[in-house]
């Protein structure tokens, strides 16, 4: 078996990026995958941990519901960006100042 | 033994190396497309935490679902067609000093805490044996009885972001 402080690196190495990715870039898409990135780092560690018990996956369990949360927040931010496009005509995070009209 | 470890580390790399491509790409589409490298190479190390079930959920629901929605919002939100949709960077100092020191952080608490020798993973450990057959049997019978809730609350949260996205990124409509 592959010891499971190497899934943990990789994870925190995943979580570092997707932080880097959030504070630097301008695009409000590629923001977003940051977040994406930082979910997937969360569910690598449940699942990691997920392999020592298996007949109580409860890691296993959990990270499904972490996936479908990821889904339901991708589709509302995507539908909130093109909001703000529709308005502004840019999706650049700090050319956006006041949310009224 | 040895063939799985390395194949482990090859997909480990590739999906950091992918990962840090998004970084210092400026194309969004590029991004977009090395963040699906990155999904298949995650997915493909679940495989190898015994998760085959959770790695085809990843597959279906971030590459065929979320990077789909993002490839759409990058297309709609191009002001300029025909050009390439690219992106700046800013803040980059404190950035990579967050990134960096949060990285160090967890890895040196990973490194003081020791977590192969807690007692449960060392019994896990013990008691391991190659995966039988498939978990999914074992999962389905979990969602149905322990995690009834949560499930059903998942279906009612997934049927409310399909509502509340479809209202919010309507036309506006004129009376």
């Keep these: ?101 | 033994m040895i063939f799985q470890q390395v194949v482990f580390y090859c997909f480990a790399a590739t999906a950091i190396i992918s990962a840090l491509a998004i970084l210092t790409t400026r194309n969004v589409l590029y991004a977009a497309f090395l963040l699906m490298i990155t999904f298949l190479s995650i997915a493909a190390i679940y495989v190898f935490a015994a998760a085959e079930f959770i790695a085809i959920a990843q597959i279906m629901v971030y590459v065929g679902g979320i990077l789909v929605l993002m490839v759409f919002g990058v297309m709609l939100t191009n002001r300029i067609s025909g050009a390439a949709v690219t992106t700046g960077n800013h803040h980059r100092f404190w950035g990579l000093f967050i990134g960096i020191s949060f990285f160090t952080l967890i890895c040196t608490v990973i490194i003081k805490a020791n977590f192969g020798q807690l007692p449960w993973i060392m019994s896990g450990r013990e008691t391991y044996t190659a995966p039988v057959g498939t978990a999914i049997n074992n999962i389905g019978i979990k969602l149905m009885t322990d995690f009834i809730l949560p499930f059903e609350i998942a279906a009612i949260i997934l049927l409310l972001a399909l509502l509340g996205a479809a209202f919010v990124a309507r036309k506006p409509q004129k009376n």
């Design chain 1, 1 to 101: 078996m592959i010891p499971i402080a190497h899934y943990l690196f990789l994870s925190a190495a995943l979580f570092g990026i997707g932080l880097v990715i959030i504070i630097t870039k301008k695009n409000a898409i590629v923001v977003l995958m940051g977040i994406e990135l930082i979910l997937n780092a969360a569910n690598l560690n449940l699942i990691a941990f997920s392999q020592y018990d298996p007949t109580l996956i409860q890691g296993q369990s959990f990270a499904l519901f972490v996936i479908i949360i990821a889904a339901a927040e991708a589709a509302v931010a995507l539908a909130i960006i093109l909001k703000v496009y529709h308005f502004y005509n840019t999706s650049v995070l700090h050319e956006v100042h006041n949310l009224g009209d």
